[in-house]
């Protein structure tokens, strides 16, 4: 089938939540994506930070094969063993004890809000109301655009979900002064990505741990984006010295395949019982021998200090190419290997249209930020192709 024939047919029939260019990819070969039309795009978005070790990782592609051979999927009504695995992996590389397993994103992100509201209802005594943050992104069911802080995500679909205040990232006095009796949990991103990637502050973070330890909420960190290696340390929290009470997880865990975690402290837990929540596919056997592979490759010797080296490189150029053209670009913001440069001249859109016609594939967040988002196995030269070629963009604009 040739390109504009899957995109006649996408158009006819697929539900058009998406604007998407005009090309079809077809395979992909490490950093590298390639459309029918035999054109090589270097990816600086990696499926959304889903693909860590890019396209065609063998040891992805062996925890897939073997396990599809011996146990595809039975529910979670039996014990099975690579998901057993997997949550003590999580479990010992983690702040957590126990972990919950679901399918994607907002359903790990729902589980969280669920958890929280049963915590707070039944241990805390009849709290139930969060606090999340403005410009913030949980995800696109109702629980999750409820507590999202951009109304953009809300418009046509009221009534969202009752009980959800909505304070200034990295303002820790806006945050106090929503605090009530009823408050059970403050929700926030240690890293706000989609919104537009703005790093939260020590102070920030540090003060809501002791915020909620004070009043006796919980903490709740979204990592879906951030975490499994992506800010140069497995969990971006690690960089804080602050533990959550919930962090969920997604993206990058499955290597490519759909999965969510929603991982917490005993005490939460404690709060959760038999028949409370479920998911028919969670952790299913093939996703999860994926994950173990993933996390056994992200704690391998030396990659996280790689990343961190390379997201540090990226940085460093950017902040020159900042400096060279501060007409055009205003800031440079992230950590380790999710960067975004604040475009003011034009659109993001642009800019990507810009780097398309040379190949190279990004994404733009917020209102104003071209993102780079590249999997965790890019090398130096490939962070600098993609730094010369917007400083190439730039110049011509
Ligand atoms: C992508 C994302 C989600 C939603 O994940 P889905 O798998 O698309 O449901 C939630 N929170 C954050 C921080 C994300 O980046």
Same mark, same amino acid.
């Given at each position: 089938?040739?390109?504009?024939?899957?995109?006649?047919?996408?158009?006819?029939?697929?539900?058009? $939540?998406?604007?998407?260019?005009?090309?079809?990819?077809?395979?992909?070969?490490? !950093?590298?994506?390639?459309?029918?039309?035999?054109?090589?795009?270097?990816?600086?978005?990696?499926?959304?930070?889903?693909?860590?070790?890019?396209?065609?990782?063998?040891?992805?592609?062996?925890?897939?094969?073997?396990?599809?051979?011996?146990?595809?999927?039975?529910?979670?009504?039996?014990?099975?063993?690579?998901?057993?695995?997997?949550?003590? $992996?999580?479990?010992?590389?983690?702040?957590?004890?126990?972990?919950?397993?679901?399918? /994607?994103?907002?359903?790990?992100?729902?589980?969280?809000?669920?958890? /929280?509201?049963?915590?707070?209802?039944?241990?805390?005594?009849?709290?139930?109301?969060?606090?999340?943050?403005?410009?913030?992104?949980?995800?696109?069911?109702? +629980?999750?655009? /409820? $507590?999202?802080?951009?109304?953009?995500?809300?418009?046509?679909?009221?009534?969202?979900?009752?009980? !959800?205040?909505?304070?200034?990232?990295?303002?820790?006095?806006? %945050? *106090?002064?929503?605090?009530?009796?009823?408050?059970?949990?403050?929700?926030?991103?240690?890293?706000?990505?989609?919104?537009?990637?703005? %790093?939260?502050?020590?102070?920030?973070?540090? +003060?809501?741990?002791?915020?909620?330890?004070?009043?006796?909420?919980?903490?709740?960190?979204? *990592?879906?984006?951030? +975490?499994?290696?992506?800010?140069?340390?497995?969990?971006?929290?690690?960089?804080?010295?602050?533990?959550?009470?919930?962090?969920?997880?997604?993206?990058?865990?499955?290597?490519?395949?759909?999965?969510?975690?929603?991982?917490?402290?005993?005490?939460?837990?404690?709060?959760?019982?038999?028949?409370?929540?479920?998911?028919?596919?969670?952790?299913?056997?093939?996703?999860?021998?994926? @994950?173990?592979?993933?996390?056994?490759?992200?704690? @391998?010797?030396?990659?996280?200090?790689?990343?961190?080296?390379?997201?540090?490189?990226?940085?460093?150029?950017?902040?020159?190419?900042?400096?060279?053209?501060?007409?055009?670009? /205003?800031?440079?913001?992230?950590? +380790?290997?999710?960067?975004?440069?604040?475009? $003011?001249?034009?659109?993001?859109?642009?800019?990507?249209?810009?780097?398309?016609?040379?190949?190279?594939? !990004?994404?733009?967040?917020?209102?104003?930020?071209?993102?780079?988002?590249?999997?965790?196995?890019? *090398?130096?030269?490939?962070?600098?192709?993609?730094?010369? !070629?917007?400083?190439?963009?730039?110049?011509?604009?």
């Amino acid at each position: 089938m040739k390109t504009d024939k899957v995109i006649e047919l996408d158009s006819q029939y697929i539900l058009q $939540t998406y604007g998407r260019p005009g090309f079809v990819l077809e395979r992909g070969n490490g !950093v590298y994506l390639f459309d029918l039309d035999g054109n090589r795009y270097l990816d600086f978005v990696s499926g959304l930070a889903v693909n860590a070790f890019g396209y065609g990782d063998y040891d992805v592609l062996k925890a897939i094969e073997e396990q599809a051979g011996q146990l595809m999927h039975v529910s979670n009504l039996y014990h099975t063993l690579p998901s057993t695995r997997l949550a003590r $992996t999580l479990v010992e590389g983690s702040f957590a004890d126990r972990v919950f397993f679901c399918n /994607s994103g907002t359903e790990a992100w729902e589980a969280a809000l669920k958890f /929280s509201r049963k915590w707070g209802n039944t241990v805390a005594g009849g709290k139930n109301r969060f606090i999340s943050m403005n410009n913030s992104f949980h995800g696109r069911t109702i +629980g999750s655009i /409820s $507590t999202t802080g951009q109304p953009k995500y809300h418009q046509g679909f009221e009534p969202l979900l009752p009980g !959800v205040d909505f304070a200034d990232f990295n303002d820790l006095a806006s %945050v *106090e002064a929503l605090v009530t009796d009823e408050t059970c949990a403050v929700l926030v991103e240690p890293i706000q990505a989609e919104g537009g990637i703005h %790093v939260g502050t020590d102070e920030f973070l540090q +003060g809501l741990r002791k915020l909620c330890d004070d009043k006796g909420m919980l903490l709740v960190f979204d *990592e879906i984006q951030v +975490g499994m290696g992506r800010t140069g340390s497995m969990w971006a929290y690690q960089q804080y010295g602050v533990e959550p009470d919930i962090m969920t997880l997604a993206k990058a865990l499955g290597g490519g395949l759909p999965i969510g975690a929603t991982l917490m402290k005993q005490h939460v837990a404690d709060a959760i019982k038999p028949g409370d929540h479920a998911a028919t596919f969670g952790a299913n056997p093939v996703v999860a021998n994926v @994950a173990l592979t993933v996390m056994d490759k992200l704690q @391998a010797d030396g990659l996280l200090d790689d990343i961190a080296a390379k997201g540090e490189h990226l940085r460093n150029r950017l902040e020159k190419l900042q400096q060279r053209w501060p007409e055009q670009i /205003s800031e440079i913001r992230g950590r +380790g290997l999710i960067q975004g440069a604040v475009v $003011t001249d034009r659109a993001p859109a642009d800019y990507l249209t810009a780097f398309r016609a040379r190949d190279i594939l !990004v994404a733009p967040c917020g209102t104003d930020v071209v993102r780079f988002l590249p999997p965790l196995v890019v *090398e130096k030269d490939q962070i600098d192709e993609v730094v010369d !070629v917007f400083d190439e963009i730039l110049r011509q604009s």
